[in-house]
T-cell receptor, first 110, second 114 residues
Framework: SQQGEEDPQALSIQEGENATMNCSYKTSINNLQWYRQNSGRGLVHLILIRSNEREKHSGRLRVTLDTSKKSSSLLITASRAADTASYFC??????????FGSGTQLTVLP | EAGVVQSPRYKIIEKKQPVAFWCNPISGHNTLYWYRQNLGQGPELLIRYENEEAVDDSQLPKDRFSAERLKGVDSTLKIQPAELGDSAVYLCASSRGQESYGYTFGSGTRLTVV
C-alpha cells in the first residue's frame, strides 16, 4: 500500500496464546484506531489511541503507538477462538478522516 | 441504540445494469461515510458527508457513481452502469465526528456484478 501496511497478513495461534499485529503508516496522524471484522460483517471499533499517547489498554487488548517510527501494535492476550477475525488499523489527521490498512487475518485454534 | 442499517445485504446484477445501496446511520451521527472493500483488503473511502454536504468525494468515480444524503440522515449510493470491477462489499459508517470516538459500521452490501 502507498499509505501503510499491516503485518503479518495472516496469523494462526493456539487458544490461550498472545497475538501481536503491527501497523505502519506514512502520514502525520491525530489518532490511530483498531477495528475487528468478523467474516461477512462490518467493522467493529476496538480502541483508539491519540498521537500524544504511547500505550493504551482495554480488557485483553493492549495498543502501543510510536509516532517517531510511524508504527503501532495491537496485542491480544490470552486469545480465544471467538477472537478469530480480521483486524484493521486505521489512522487519520482528524476523527473524520481515517485511512485503513490492509488487515491481519487472525485464526485462533481451539 | 440501533446500529447503522444497510440494505440490501446482497445484490447480484449483470454488468451495465444500475444498482443502489441504502444506509441509515445512527441517530445523531452527523458524519456519514461510504467505503468500498475488496476481498482481502481494507476499506477505501468513497465519500464522506457532514450533514447533507459531501465534503470529501475525491475517490468517488464520478462517471458512474453518485451519492446523496437528503435531510442529513439516510444516504443512497448508486452505480450506473455497473462494471465487473465494481464487485465488492460497500460499507456505510457513521460517527459523531469527535476525536474520542470511532466509526460505527453497517454490515455492508455485497455486490456481485456478472
Amino acid at each position: 500500500s502507498q499509505q501503510g501496511e499491516e503485518d503479518p497478513q495472516a496469523l494462526s495461534i493456539q487458544e490461550g496464546e498472545n497475538a501481536t499485529m503491527n501497523c505502519s503508516y506514512k502520514t502525520s496522524i491525530n489518532n490511530l484506531q483498531w477495528y475487528r471484522q468478523n467474516s461477512g460483517r462490518g467493522l467493529v471499533h476496538l480502541i483508539l489511541i491519540r498521537s500524544n499517547e504511547r500505550e493504551k489498554h482495554s480488557g485483553r487488548l493492549r495498543v502501543t503507538l510510536d509516532t517517531s517510527k510511524k508504527s503501532s501494535s495491537l496485542l491480544i492476550t490470552a486469545s480465544r477462538a471467538a477472537d478469530t477475525a480480521s483486524y484493521f488499523c486505521a489512522w487519520g489527521g482528524s476523527a473524520r478522516q481515517l485511512t485503513f490498512g490492509s488487515g491481519t487475518q487472525l485464526t485462533v485454534l481451539p | 441504540e440501533a446500529g447503522v442499517v444497510q440494505s440490501p445485504r446482497y445484490k447480484i446484477i449483470e454488468k451495465k445494469q444500475p444498482v443502489a445501496f441504502w444506509c441509515n446511520p445512527i441517530s445523531g451521527h452527523n458524519t456519514l461515510y461510504w467505503y468500498r472493500q475488496n476481498l482481502g483488503q481494507g476499506p477505501e473511502l468513497l465519500i464522506r458527508y457532514e450533514n447533507e454536504e459531501a465534503v470529501d468525494d475525491s475517490q468517488l468515480p464520478k462517471d458512474r457513481f453518485s451519492a446523496e444524503r437528503l435531510k442529513g440522515v439516510d444516504s443512497t449510493l448508486k452505480i450506473q452502469p455497473a462494471e465487473l470491477g465494481d464487485s465488492a462489499v460497500y460499507l456505510c459508517a457513521s460517527s459523531r465526528g469527535q476525536e474520542s470516538y470511532g466509526y460505527t459500521f453497517g454490515s455492508g452490501t455485497r455486490l456481485t456484478v456478472v
